[in-house]
């Protein structure tokens, strides 16, 4: 009995929210199957998925976003002008898109890409992107492992 195998669909929750991986290596260890990723860099593969998703962004991944880069209510609220309460009730929507007006979430948007120092030519590309509105809806961020590994 072989103790890897390719997981076709994974969903992965640890991030707050669902994230489906595509063509997952799994190890089994201790009897269970266990994805065999490197989460570090899953985690900055999101991040700049979320920046590109075709879809509002829910409270629990800006919540992700901040944490990612690690600031706290009050430095991620006076980055983008807003008070560390405003940032706690985006966070406190969860699963839902919160009541963000579009120009703040695209800034966050692009916070994201500038952080991750993407370069000029796919950062110009992802802001004729988000020049339209996203619209609201909760599907979760999409990746194939290729990707992600």
Not at 59 to 77: K, N, Q, S, V, W
Not at 94 to 101: F, V, W
Not at 125 to 133: G, I, K, N, V, W
């Amino acid at each position: 009995m072989s103790n890897t195998k390719i997981e076709k669909r994974f969903v992965y929750d640890g991030f707050g929210f669902d994230v489906v991986i595509r063509n997952v290596p799994m190890v089994k260890v201790r009897g269970a199957w266990t994805p065999k990723i490197d989460y570090t860099k899953l985690a900055r593969d999101v991040v700049l998925a979320l920046a590109h998703k075709p879809v509002r962004l829910t409270g629990a991944e800006i919540r992700f976003i901040r944490l990612y880069f690690e600031m706290t209510l009050e430095a991620f609220g006076k980055r983008f002008a807003v008070s560390h309460p405003a940032v706690m009730k985006w966070e406190g929507a969860g699963i839902r898109a919160p009541a963000l007006k579009w120009p703040v979430e695209k800034d966050i948007r692009l916070f994201v890409l500038d952080q991750l120092q993407v370069k000029a030519s796919d950062f110009k590309s992802a802001y004729e992107h988000l020049r339209a509105e996203a619209k609201a809806s909760a599907k979760p961020v999409e990746m194939s492992i290729a990707s992600a590994a």
